[in-house]
């Protein structure tokens, strides 16, 4: 049976990429989209920022046909201007509006946004009132299991958000208290996947890292699809390898050096296009690690990428390195 939010059929078990600050790029989505991510959101959106025509906001609006099915995910602290800004980001033509009330950070909890939502549930219920009287998309929710360990209200959330019309649920397995550490805890989320009021899609989020795990947790949790986060930072085959696994109960065997190469390269060249030359390569710097995570040696490569300015040398230090490591390393010394 495929999961559907609103019209969206997103297949029998969606593997989505989680919104992420800084990551979740039209670039970064690009390569993720081709390695088998179903569905996937934009980085999060400020509404104070959308209502004031704040270019950096304006910029995440953008979408592009082929990241298709693709939510905006806005996030703040007051219902009019949620209620505006999602007004706004439906002029840009996503398939569905989502509403961050997970986000940990200081600078967003604590400006009474994102998970610090999770302290009021009543204003949360009215906001999330708001947002789906606001636009004929639908909408869905990203959120945590409560602030902390003696306030975990997730259930009560699921409930109520979903009598309000939310169309899906999204929930990391942690409070807000514990930002990101820790380990994530989903027995939560199958409770109220086993909920009989609950008939809304419930994806579950946090940890996951590795093809067994999301095979593991699928079948202990009940979820109706994944969220994958952190996990596939550098690393876009992990929504394939998830889906083969699945098929076959088989690992995929791990990307080839060439195809690492090629899959920054191509990010590399979106964030060209999508940010121009300056802002492009200024950016990509945070990606060469990840990208040649476990390569031996390659730390003084790394140096000279991140110092470069010059996109042509990049792209030649990109070509030298597959060449290196192509003849001087075998395979196995690449640690995945």
């Known amino acids: ?19 992420m600050e800084d990551v979740s790029d039209p670039p970064f989505r690009y390569v993720c989209k081709k390695n088998g991510a179903d569905m996937m959101y934009t980085e999060f ?40 800004a999602t007004e706004i980001a439906s002029l840009a033509g996503p398939d569905l509006i989502d509403i961050n009330y997970g986000c940990p950070v200081k600078n967003v909890a604590c400006k009474g946004a994102g998970a610090s939502l999770l302290q009021d549930i009543d ?30 209200n997730v259930e009560e959330v699921a409930e109520r958000l979903q009598d309000v019309g939310i169309q899906a649920l999204t929930i990391h397995g942690r409070t807000r208290a514990q930002l990101y550490k820790g380990n994530a805890d989903w027995t939560l989320i199958r409770e109220i996947k086993r909920n009989p009021r609950i008939k809304i899609p419930i994806f579950g989020n946090g940890d996951v890292d ?13 979820v109706d699809g994944i969220m994958v986060g952190r996990a596939s930072i550098g690393y876009p085959w992990i929504f394939r390898e998830i889906k083969h696994y699945f098929e076959t109960g088989t690992h995929l065997a791990p990307p080839t050096l060439e195809e690492r190469i090629d899959a920054c390269r191509t990010h590399f060249e979106k964030s060209l296009q999508w940010k121009g030359p300056k802002l492009g390569v200024l950016e990509m710097r945070r990606h060469y690690a990840n990208y040649f995570k476990g390569f031996p040696d390659f730390k003084q490569y790394r140096m000279l990428l991140v110092q470069e300015d010059n996109i042509e040398v990049i792209y030649e230090l990109l070509e030298k390195i597959a060449e290196i490591y192509k003849y001087n390393y075998p395979t196995e010394a690449i640690a995945y």
């Open 45 to 84: 959106i400020s509404s104070e920022g959308l209502i004031r025509d704040a270019a950096k906001s304006k910029q995440k609006l953008d979408i592009f046909e082929y990241e298709r099915p693709i939510g905006i995910q806005i996030f703040g602290s007051e219902i009019e201007s949620m209620r505006e």
């Open 1 to 19: 049976m495929s999961v559907k939010i609103g019209n969206i059929d997103l297949g029998s078990f969606p593997l989505l990429l989680a919104p």
């Open 123 to 152: 204003k949360m219920v009215k906001m999330t009132d708001a947002v789906v009287k606001a636009t004929k998309l639908p909408v869905t929710v990203k959120t945590r299991l409560g602030w902390d360990d003696n306030t975990k």
């Open 210 to 222: 590795s093809p067994e795990k999301a095979a593991a947790w699928r079948m202990e949790y009940e």
